[in-house]
């Protein structure tokens, strides 16, 4: 089953959201919404706008809602016939839905595709009525929002469903929309919200029992614990109170279990106090100043950072240490965390048979769906079994059969891979994702050849190797440049199909330059070194496509400064789509001295030397304008449009495929991969100095620019063109010594010397 055409029925946050993620990924949609007055289409119209203007935006790319066609239900149905996935996202109410669908099986294509993106409406419930053929096509796609930021997608499929309509969903969802699938049962709540709001509420209620504060919980249930910034009560806000407090009512009704929300909360959904979207819930914004509510007496507070002074000795350790140092840590901080973890930890046990088919589809769950960086059976491995049998024992509560069937762990790891504990009481191996290449498991199976405390480097078959970034914010520091070294040159010598260039990290690719590093060369008054250290930066970076095999660079997140040269410099990028790719130098006054000022110089001469009647100082505006502006791609379809990828680079929709992805790439390159040859281009010189320095002149007169910002664009202003004499021809290697030069005169002044120890203090840039 092919899908090629997406339709979506409501325009409300979760549809547009649906809607605008599947637009980025290069689909036709159709959006309909009930009927507006006058428009019609007003609804469905001003979802997409919503789209367009959140923070974060929900498409990759503004021109991509061009694929959207709005309609209304009660003109526009047919809009929907020739669409091969139709997904319903209106009211959460089953009467509506009901009536929907039986309006849909009049209308659509007889092999298409329907899904209800519910969070609590038992799915075979909606389409009782339904022909057969109708019901074979439909089952439960439950997206969570924001779409195009959470991984998660659960499918629910009916005993009805079709097990090929699961596989086109599963197989479309997962390599074109980027989702990571957890198959859920087709129970209340699923897997992941039937799991998190039975969290968020212990949470509250241990909270009240030990008298804490919302800041206080916040603290202590976001990364704390491997968890997100976000925590308990933000996220309950992005969320939204209302949409909690109904699904917990939901839950309530359909369960008999006890999701009853505290008065105060109820009393927030009543006020309209619902979160984010209404500017008040948990946390309050009032200009620029953030406050928390009191819960006792519903009024708002300044937020206050709390002291965790008790748990302080565990902050720098890794996770699993953590948790494990949770189970005897004291105070109240340390009690409200084991009450929690062990009140979540037996539910999850208890329940995991109902609303799973194994553990690994709850911790994928939790950990795609709320961005835990360990699933509730890792944690329990963590926190250790004999805790949690004695915990339970101390709160009053039973042993689940499913920790009595588990010995030492509910995961095993030997050296042929991961292994998990079934509900039968056996251990088998954990399905890997296909396509994807996990470094853990290379690890385990000993593929890497070569490692350090800063980088690895590892075999991944077929010849090709894979060069993994392990420092602080993957910062590219000496160690890191010496595995990258070795890592060619071994590439080189041992006549590897090629190279690939990236890592397992969650969110950065890497934050660019060692400035500690840097800062202290520099304080020494090392220059000699520093010289030295740019020039080897510099050959090294640039030496990627000159190699006589394919090094593939597979950005992802963060990647700025060095991580945007090195992926510059590419023979090719495989690139995920959530790619925040700039040359941000200029926020520490520096201006980009790995390559990346020049190739920009280079590659858009190039563009515009197509156009006989184009001025050729657009290209060195248009790079000026890049740099100076330190800017950063909101996507990789937006990285596409500024310049850092090229129409030969690849853009992967799902993380978890990136690596597999490059390693395609490195082997389809290498079958005839030639380097590509020097090139030169025509430097511009005092010409396109004087137009810049007048640019930059009137935006110091505009209050826009400090002096230092003067000084650093005019550096960067004589490298664009190529030196300050006449129109001439350069070399690459002509405009990487005018880079040099320019980095390391604007490092000997204080005031880049203050912008990098501010930025080092505070992670924010200094205007001085």
């Known amino acids: 089953m092919r899908i090629g055409k997406i339709g979506v029925i409501g325009a409300g946050a979760m549809g547009s959201g649906i809607a605008a993620l599947a637009a980025s990924a290069g689909f036709p949609v159709v959006l309909l919404d009930v009927p507006g007055e006058p428009d019609k289409n007003a609804p469905a119209r001003n979802g997409i706008q919503r789209a367009l203007k959140s923070r974060p935006p929900q498409f990759m790319t503004p ?46 294509s007889p092999t298409a595709i329907v899904s209800t993106n519910t969070s609590a409406i038992p799915i075979r419930t909606l389409v009782e009525s339904r022909t057969e053929p109708f019901r074979r096509r439909f089952l439960g796609t439950h997206f969570f929002n924001p779409p195009r930021y959470l991984h998660l997608l659960e499918v629910i499929p009916t005993e009805r469903t079709a097990p090929e309509v699961v596989a086109a969903v599963r197989a479309f969802g997962e390599r074109l929309l980027g989702k990571g699938i957890v198959v859920a049962r087709d129970v209340p709540g699923f897997i992941a919200n039937r799991l998190g709001i039975h969290g968020f509420l212990r949470a509250i209620r241990y909270m009240q029992e030990l008298d804490l504060t919302i800041d206080e919980v916040d603290a202590l249930t976001g990364p704390l614990i491997g968890r997100a910034k976000s925590a308990t009560f933000r996220t309950g806000d992005i969320s939204g109170i209302d949409v909690l407090a109904h699904v917990a ?32 819930g948990f946390y309050k914004k009032v200009g620029k100043e953030i406050l928390t509510l009191d819960w006792k007496t519903g009024e708002y507070a300044p937020a206050a950072k709390p002291a965790l002074t008790d748990l302080e000795f565990i902050q720098r350790l890794p996770l699993n240490d953590r948790l494990h140092a949770l189970t005897t840590a004291g105070g109240r901080h340390a009690e409200f965390l084991r009450k929690l973890l062990l009140s979540e930890s037996h539910y999850t046990l208890t329940k995991t048979p109902e609303i799973a088919s194994d553990i690994v589809s709850v911790d994928r769950a939790m950990e795609w769906g709320f961005a835990w960086e360990a699933g ?7 926190l250790g079994l004999e805790f949690l049998r004695g915990g339970f024992l101390t709160l009053g509560l039973g042993e689940p059969p499913l920790l009595r069937t588990a010995q030492e762990s509910f995961y095993r790891r030997p050296g042929n891979g991961e292994r998990y504990l079934t509900f039968a009481g056996q251990y088998s191996p954990v399905d890997e994702l296909a396509g994807h290449l996990s470094l853990d498991a290379l690890r385990l199976r000993n593929r890497v050849m070569e490692q350090s405390p800063d980088a690895a480097l590892y075999d991944v078959g077929e010849g090709v190797l894979l060069l993994e970034f392990r420092s602080k914010m993957n910062s590219l520091g000496e ?89 510059l410099h590419a023979s090719r990028v495989q690139a995920h789509a959530e790619l925040y790719v700039g040359l941000v130098e200029v926020g520490v006054g520096l201006i980009p001295a790995g390559g990346g000022t020049k190739e920009l110089l280079f590659r858009f001469s ?54 597999g992805d490059a390693k395609a790439r490195v082997l389809e390159l290498a079958r005839d991969y030639v380097a590509p040859p020097p090139r030169r281009i025509r430097a511009l010189g005092r010409e396109a100095i004087g137009n810049l320095a007048y640019a930059i002149w009137a935006m110091h007169e ?37 880079e040099r030069e320019a980095f390391l005169s604007l490092l000997g002044t204080k005031e880049t010397q203050q912008r990098i120890e501010y930025m080092l203090k505070t992670g924010k840039p200094l205007r001085n």
Request: charged share 25%.
């Open 702 to 738: 505009g209050g826009q620019a400090s002096d230092h910002d003067v000084r650093i664009g005019h550096a960067l202003a004589r490298v664009l063109a190529g030196g300050d004499g006449p129109p001439r021809e350069v070399s690459e290697q002509d405009v990487l010594d005018l």
């Open 63 to 108: 021109d991509r809602a061009a694929l959207i066609t709005v309609g209304n239900t009660a003109d526009d149905l047919m809009l929907l016939a020739d669409c091969d996935w139709i997904i319903e996202a209106i009211i959460e109410q089953p009467v509506p839905k009901r009536q929907l669908f039986e309006q849909l099986e009049r209308v659509i």
């Open 479 to 567: 160690g890191v440049m010496q595995m990258l070294h070795a890592a060619l040159d071994r590439a080189d010598r041992g006549r590897h199909t090629g190279l690939i260039i990236g890592n397992d990290d969650p969110r950065t690719f890497t934050a660019g330059a060692d400035l500690p590093f840097v800062l202290r060369q520099a304080a020494a008054g090392d220059w000699n070194a520093l010289e030295a250290g740019v020039e080897s930066f510099q050959r090294l970076v640039t030496s990627l496509r000159k190699q006589p095999f394919p090094v593939v660079v597979a950005p992802f997140g963060l990647t700025l400064g060095g991580g945007a040269e090195m992926t």
């Open 376 to 382: 509730p059976f890792k944690q329990m491995d963590a």
């Open 249 to 280: 009512t939901g839950l309530s009704a359909t369960t008999g279990e006890d999701f009853v929300l505290p008065d105060w909360v109820r009393n927030l959904v009543a006020e309209k106090r619902l979160g984010e979207k209404t500017g008040a």
């Open 606 to 659: 190039e563009e515009i030397a197509a156009y006989d009647e184009a001025d050729p100082f657009e290209a060195v505006k248009r790079a000026f304008k890049t740099i100076a502006m330190a800017t950063t791609s909101t996507s990789a379809l937006d990285a596409r449009k500024l310049g850092f990828l090229r129409d030969g680079d690849r853009i992967s929709m799902n993380r978890d495929h990136l690596l």
